[in-house]
């Protein structure tokens, strides 16, 4: 608030209480408006948007621990000063529990009140500064709550308010979306954001694990329990005891694995490799999938009774194109972090250059973006990222290539289906007929393919 007007509302019924006050503050660093009655007061606040507010306690209509109680949600930042000559210590502790600031007894003088008010600038300058070094702290940490998504679209809005909502719980959650959409960051966010925010989190790709150490790898085991086993070990899901674990990609989790899992859900307890007896582990479970699962569970690759443990919470990150507004601030957000790590003096996207990285479809999402921002970074010439220097990664007549160009139709219905019959063609041809085989790499399940190869006469494939 230094280097400009303060702006603060006085609240009292006495005319001549707020004439010396705004006079008095007025010729110092502050912007005064006053009201009257609390119910104005109110108005005032909601409008005014003050820093800071001094407030009768008697007043006719709405005294001022309802007026305190009106405004203290919307405006809980902003210290409130109380002030009366009817004080007690009962009012003066209500007052504090309601969120006031502090308190000060009539008669006194307007220095008093000056002093009060530097000490409540201070007090909110401490805590900005506090919440700010927290944030950082945890940005360091790999945490940050949901600070590091970025985006100002709808969509992400809705699924972080949803995400917070659901952080407050231990309710399983499902997270869904394209792969490059952010998933794990916003499994860490809820992590952050929980009770557990304490606890350790624990990522792992279930697709990055081969199969056969996926046991061992989740409960762990014992020394001796097969080959290799020179030591004990302790397994993922218990390293995690006390706090969050993520296991992204659930959906390439092998069945003979789905159905330890779900055991673990149901009774919070494990079983290492070669033990003889069961832990008990206290564990939130966060999952994450790009794959539609209920089509894994019609093709009988996933598990229907672990698909509704998992499907508590489902939240899906819409993909980048659905969000395009999103992009400046991405843009601007892997600038300032890719000029930090390789001490580049990029400043900004030029018009000509955000319209070629807007007009792209992005089916790699926000991963996709921030590969390319960092390859234009590199090979920019200059301050700005130009047209120029974007065109060479890109398709250059992707803007004007005409939909029916290869496809041989303009419509939407006919477009999908040669597209699907082309793919379906492909697939059976690459699987050499095994239509399962073919049903897995299409991501549709297998009574779908089926119905498909019929509708498109592929029998013969």
Same mark, same amino acid.
């Given at each position: 608030?230094?280097?400009?007007?303060?702006?603060?509302?006085?609240?009292?019924? !006495?005319?001549?209480?707020?004439?010396?006050?705004?006079?008095?503050?007025?010729?110092?660093?502050?912007?005064?408006?006053?009201?009257?009655?609390?119910?104005?007061?109110?108005?005032?606040?909601?409008?005014?948007?003050?820093?800071?507010?001094?407030?009768?306690?008697?007043?006719?209509?709405?005294?001022?621990?309802?007026?305190?109680?009106?405004?203290?949600?919307?405006? !809980?930042?902003?210290?409130?000063?109380?002030?009366?000559?009817?004080?007690?210590?009962?009012?003066?502790?209500?007052?504090?529990?309601?969120?006031?600031?502090?308190?000060?007894?009539?008669?006194?003088?307007?220095?008093? &009140?000056?002093?009060?008010?530097?000490?409540?600038?201070?007090?909110?300058?401490?805590?900005?500064?506090?919440?700010?070094?927290? !944030?950082?702290?945890?940005?360091? *940490?790999?945490?940050?709550?949901?600070?590091?998504?970025?985006?100002?679209?709808?969509?992400?809005?809705?699924?972080?308010? *949803?995400?917070?909502?659901?952080?407050?719980?231990?309710?399983?959650?499902? &997270?869904?979306?394209?792969?490059?959409?952010?998933?794990?960051?916003?499994?860490?966010? &809820?992590?952050?954001?929980?009770?557990?925010?304490?606890?350790?989190?624990?990522?792992?790709?279930?697709?990055?694990?081969?199969?056969?150490?996926?046991?061992?790898?989740?409960?762990?085991?014992?020394?001796?329990?097969?080959?290799?086993?020179?030591?004990?070990?302790v397994g993922l899901f218990e390293a995690a005891n006390g706090g969050t674990i993520f296991l992204d990609e659930i959906g390439e989790l092998p069945l003979e694995l789905q159905v330890k899992l779900l055991r673990v859900l149901q009774e919070q307890e494990i079983r290492?490799?070669?033990?003889?007896?069961?832990?008990?582990?206290?564990?939130?479970?966060?999952?994450?999938?790009?794959?539609?699962?209920?089509?894994?569970?019609?093709?009988?690759?996933?598990? *229907?009774?672990?698909?509704?443990?998992?499907?508590?919470?489902?939240l899906e990150i819409p993909p980048l194109r659905q969000r395009k507004e999103d992009i400046p601030f991405l843009c601007s957000h892997f600038i300032d972090q890719f000029n930090l790590k390789m001490n580049l003096g990029i400043e900004s996207v030029s018009a000509g250059g955000m319209a070629i990285l807007m007009a792209q479809d992005w089916s790699g999402n926000v991963r996709e973006l921030e590969n390319s921002m960092e390859r234009a970074m590199i090979f920019s010439e200059g301050t700005e990222i130009t047209?120029?220097?974007?065109?060479?990664?890109?398709?250059?007549?992707?803007?004007?290539?005409?939909?029916?160009?290869?496809?041989?139709?303009?419509?939407?219905?006919?477009?999908?289906?040669?597209? !699907?019959?082309?793919?379906?063609?492909?697939?059976? *041809?690459?699987?050499?007929?095994?239509?399962?085989?073919?049903?897995?790499?299409?991501?549709?399940?297998?009574?779908?393919?089926?119905?498909?190869?019929?509708?498109?006469?592929?029998?013969?494939?």
């Amino acid at each position: 608030m230094a280097g400009k007007k303060k702006r603060l509302l006085l609240v009292d019924d !006495e005319e001549n209480m707020l004439h010396m006050l705004s006079t008095y503050l007025g010729k110092k660093e502050y912007q005064v408006v006053t009201a009257s009655n609390g119910t104005e007061g109110v108005r005032l606040a909601n409008d005014f948007a003050p820093d800071m507010i001094l407030c009768d306690l008697k007043m006719p209509n709405m005294d001022g621990l309802e007026f305190l109680n009106r405004i203290k949600d919307k405006l !809980e930042d902003v210290p409130v000063i109380m002030m009366s000559a009817y004080a007690t210590v009962d009012i003066a502790v209500e007052a504090m529990k309601l969120g006031a600031y502090d308190f000060i007894t009539k008669p006194f003088r307007p220095d008093e &009140i000056a002093c009060i008010l530097e000490k409540a600038e201070k007090y909110v300058g401490i805590k900005k500064e506090n919440i700010a070094l927290k !944030e950082k702290v945890q940005e360091l *940490q790999g945490g940050g709550t949901f600070s590091s998504i970025i985006g100002k679209s709808s969509g992400i809005r809705n699924i972080i308010e *949803q995400a917070r909502k659901v952080a407050a719980y231990d309710a399983t959650v499902l &997270i869904t979306g394209e792969s490059g959409t952010g998933k794990e960051l916003l499994a860490k966010g &809820i992590h952050s954001c929980s009770k557990r925010c304490d606890g350790p989190l624990v990522s792992v790709n279930c697709g990055s694990i081969p199969a056969n150490l996926l046991e061992s790898e989740f409960f762990g085991y014992l020394k001796g329990a097969f080959t290799g086993a020179d030591k004990d070990q302790v397994g993922l899901f218990e390293a995690a005891n006390g706090g969050t674990i993520f296991l992204d990609e659930i959906g390439e989790l092998p069945l003979e694995l789905q159905v330890k899992l779900l055991r673990v859900l149901q009774e919070q307890e494990i079983r290492p490799v070669g033990a003889q007896k069961i832990k008990k582990i206290d564990v939130r479970l966060l999952t994450a999938t790009a794959k539609n699962l209920e089509e894994e569970v019609a093709s009988g690759t996933f598990r *229907q009774d672990l698909f509704y443990r998992l499907n508590v919470v489902v939240l899906e990150i819409p993909p980048l194109r659905q969000r395009k507004e999103d992009i400046p601030f991405l843009c601007s957000h892997f600038i300032d972090q890719f000029n930090l790590k390789m001490n580049l003096g990029i400043e900004s996207v030029s018009a000509g250059g955000m319209a070629i990285l807007m007009a792209q479809d992005w089916s790699g999402n926000v991963r996709e973006l921030e590969n390319s921002m960092e390859r234009a970074m590199i090979f920019s010439e200059g301050t700005e990222i130009t047209k120029e220097s974007l065109l060479p990664f890109f398709d250059s007549v992707k803007h004007t290539r005409r939909i029916d160009d290869f496809l041989g139709t303009q419509s939407l219905k006919k477009g999908q289906k040669i597209l !699907e019959k082309r793919m379906i063609g492909r697939a059976m *041809q690459a699987t050499e007929g095994n239509k399962s085989k073919a049903a897995k790499m299409l991501e549709i399940s297998y009574p779908s393919l089926l119905a498909k190869i019929k509708e498109y006469c592929l029998d013969g494939n």
